[in-house]
Each structure stands twice: as structure tokens, then as C-alpha cells.
């Protein structure tokens, strides 16, 4: 190689090394994640998976990225015996792997929601495809912004309410959205359809769309906003600010205590899973160096 390009190659080997012979778990390194680990395995893609960064000292492989990776082709193949493609920095010192694992992604910008969905959709994968058609049959545009009428760009909304209550769920909140507020960017914020889905899921049949519409119509998504915002944070918040509105002077008003069951019910599920899920092997890592 020629000598002028040495600074900018990293000085590293590569080996398939069976996962028995690696050493995980520095004192620099978050503990693992058991559940994360499971849920990666259960989602498992060959092509996803990142090389393992290994410091060899003394002759040790020392993992100082790449522990959950290992931990999960160790679980989906059922063994330690498991050969994974390991770059190997040889005699690194310990300080220097923590440097390296502290601020490896320090300068790395991450993929938006926005740009994952739109490869998603280029890569012809079945729920994004189904979300676009959704949006598009309300002549809305996905959008990386809102600064325009009905662009909507809260993509991971769109596929959290599909994925957790699925499309007919989403179809009714874009429904309730666009005919209350007419496509108001500020109506198909992420908060605003996480608090309209979370309604549907609690309510059902007893949310009159027809009622909704009318009472929510004379309201301004930025009114629902401010009175979100002294109640509770994040969709809870606008979920109430909307029921609020939605019982005013009605005969049947809906009951809170619904609401509270649901959401402290769904909070407690998510916080089990945590914001890890269907997270790729690849992101897994990303995050490891970074926390």
C-alpha cells in the first residue's frame, strides 16, 4: 500500500473467531440486554449483522464493540462454537478502547425515521407500501417536514398505531384528522395521532365519529396542543385535551377511567419493550457505543 494513504487505513486484521473465544462485557460497556437480545434474535437477518471491534491483548480477544451482536448469533444458533467476522486492532490499552467506544459515533448522523421509511419503500417492504397507499388515498404526501398543507412526516407514528392496533385503526385516525381539521399540519403532528388512536383503542364504537368531528372542528389542533401540555406529557396528554373537549356538554361523555386503564396498560407493555424493538443488529450496536 502506498505509505501516503497509511494515516487514513486503520491498522486491523480480520478473522472469523468463534464467539466461545471473545470477551465481552468491559467496565466501559452498558450491561447487556437480555430482552433486547431476544427480540433481535426473534427478527434475526444474516445481512444485518455489523463486524465485531475487537482490542486483542495478551492474546485476548477483548469485544469493545459488538457485545449484543455476538450474544444474539450465539441465541439463534444455539451455540458459542459460532465463528463471527471479527477487525482486530492488536495491542490497543484498555484506556484506548474506552476512548474508541465513547466516541466512535460521535460524528456519525443517523438515519431519520423519514429516510428509513423511504427505503423501506424502495426496498418493497409490504407495511410501509400499505401506510403510503393509506396516506395517499387521503391525498396526503409524506413528507421529511410539515411546513405544508397535508404533508405529514411523523412516519414512526404511522407505523407504531399500525403495528400496535393495526390498519384499520390508523385508516379511522387519519379519517378523524383530516375530516376535523382539513389537513391542518399541526393536526397530523406524531402527539395528535398517537392521543386520536389511543381514543379509538380505548372507546371503540362509543367514540361517534360524526360527534367527534363536529365538537373537535370548532377546536384548533394548536388549542388541543396547549391544553395538552398542562395535563400530561406526550399523546396521553393530547388524548385528554381532545376527550375533554369531545364530553363537553354531552349527555353520554365518555369515561376517563378508561382512558387511564389503557394507557397506564400500554405504557407499562412499551416500557417492557422498550424504544429497542425491531431495532437491526447493525442500530444495536450504534447505540451500545453511544449509552
Known sequence: MNEDFKPFVPDVTFELIPIKNLVSNQEYQRNLSLGHIKRTAANFDLRQINLVKVSRRSGVNYVFNGQHTIETVALVSNSRETPVWCMIYNDLAYEEEADIFANQMRFVKRLSPYEVFMANIEAGNDMQLTIKALIESYSLTIADNTKSQRNICAVATLEYIYEKYGYHALDKTLYLCISTWEGDPNSLSGNMLRGVSLLLHCYGDNLHQDLFVEKLGFVSPKEIARCAQERHNGSLGFAE???????????????????????????????????????????????????
Open 241 to 291: 385535551a381532545i376527550l375533554t373537549f369531545y364530553n363537553k356538554k354531552t349527555k353520554s361523555p365518555l369515561r376517563w377511567n378508561l382512558l387511564y386503564r389503557q394507557s397506564t396498560d400500554d405504557t407499562k407493555h412499551d416500557e417492557s419493550v422498550s424504544d429497542e424493538q425491531g431495532t437491526s443488529l447493525m442500530d444495536l450496536e450504534m447505540t451500545e457505543s453511544t449509552e
